[in-house]
């Protein structure tokens, strides 16, 4: 059966290995959205903090619900949070990230209403990527606000497009120093002292001069880096294996999978296994761009990934009904395995469904 294994002690090196390369007054946020990028939410915050990471983050309110209920107490960031979960945030003591005015005036209600002043928030300032945020034109707005106001500002970030690409780049220059001119207003203005971030796991290996006082770390706390050279400095925490289901004989010309999506060029044999595209295994892996190891030899995807099982090529490879398969792991990595298919591990990872167990290893 198809199993995702998860090796804390593999987080444990990856944090130690990013926090050495923090400069030492900078703080790291653990991102563990998308239940910790595929992987299992709980147990990995549970370890982050043993570890010592100071705060948690997650996208929706939802999530950040789930790890109170799983008993996770540091300060836990939402980065989207949306204006219906405002009262809900407030009853689990979760810190919004308010990036307009509508997030503004509405979590102020909400406290309102729920009868709290001096509550936790964060702000998003929008430097360039043009998602969510506040503009630099409003910050004198949000001061104003800040005079007399029930919120006790802790941070202020914004969040850069690119922070991978080779410098010097322009785009993220232009990013920083816009950041920098809204650092410098609320230095200035606020009698709020507000923390300041600015980095994602490739920008705290491209930019150590901006680690300031935050960085908010993701998918290297998982093994990757968006970098060959910054890779070597992490390992993979996620291995998916799965057994083979079923071989077949096949003649050539036989044809194999939903509206024969490939045709035998000779004799082979095929094997089935059980993972599919309802598992997040997308059809984009098929027809050759994804590949599976069975005993150490790469066996490529035949045809169109079905809802629960695909087809492999696998020639003369030895093996049998029920040998074991490498999905992820040691031998294939998810950034190359995505990259071949157009896509990136973030999504290969994150899209990993709930269908697969997961078992953790420590
Ligand atoms: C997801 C996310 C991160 C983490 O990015 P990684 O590249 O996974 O380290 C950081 N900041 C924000 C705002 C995010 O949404």
Not at 282 to 308: F, P, T
Request: hydrophobic share 35%.
């Amino acid at each position: 059966m198809t199993l995702l294994e998860i090796d804390l002690k593999k987080l444990e090196h990856n944090y130690s290995s990013l926090r050495k390369r923090l400069n030492h007054h900078s703080k790291m946020i653990g991102v563990i959205k998308a239940n910790a990028y595929g992987s299992l939410s709980g147990p990995i915050a549970e370890k982050l903090v043993d570890l010592g990471v100071e705060a948690l983050a997650v996208a929706y309110a939802q999530e950040a619900v789930e790890l109170r209920e799983y008993g996770i107490k540091i300060p836990l960031m939402v980065f989207y949070p949306q204006v219906e979960s405002f009262r809900e945030i407030i009853h689990h003591k979760i810190e919004p990230v308010l990036y307009s005015k509508r997030t503004w005036e509405k979590f102020k209600q909400a406290l309102r209403v729920e009868k709290k002043s001096t509550y936790p928030i964060h702000i998003k300032y929008n430097t360039g990527l043009n998602r969510v945020g506040f503009h630099l034109n409003e910050a004198d707005w949000i001061m104003e606000q800040l005079k007399d106001s029930s919120f006790n500002l802790k941070s202020i970030y914004s969040h850069l497009a690119q922070t991978e690409a080779p410098k010097p780049n322009e785009k993220t220059e232009n990013q920083i120093s816009l950041f920098k001119q809204i650092m410098d207003k609320h230095s200035q203005a606020s009698s709020q002292k507000p923390d300041f971030h600015l980095l994602n796991t490739s920008g705290v290996f491209n930019y150590p001069e901006y680690h300031l006082d935050w960085v908010r770390i993701g998918l290297g706390l998982y093994g990757f880096a968006n970098h060959p050279e910054w890779n070597k400095t992490l390992q993979p925490i996620a291995q998916l294996k799965t057994k083979i289901t079923q071989i077949h004989q096949i003649t050539l010309g036989e044809t194999v999978g939903y509206n024969c999506g490939w045709k035998a060029p000779k004799n082979t044999r095929i094997a089935v296994l059980p993972i599919g595209h309802a598992d997040g295994f997308s059809r984009q892996y098929g027809h050759g761009k994804g590949w599976v190891l069975i005993n150490g030899q790469k066996a490529h995807i035949v045809g169109n990934v079905c809802m629960d099982m695909l087809m492999v090529d696998i020639g003369d490879i030895p093996c049998n009904e029920g040998s074991e398969v490498v999905i992820l792991g040691s031998g294939i990595r998810a950034d190359e395995l995505a990259e071949n298919a157009g896509t990136i591990s973030y999504e290969l990872l994150t899209a990993l469904g709930n269908r697969i167990p997961r078992v953790l290893k420590s």
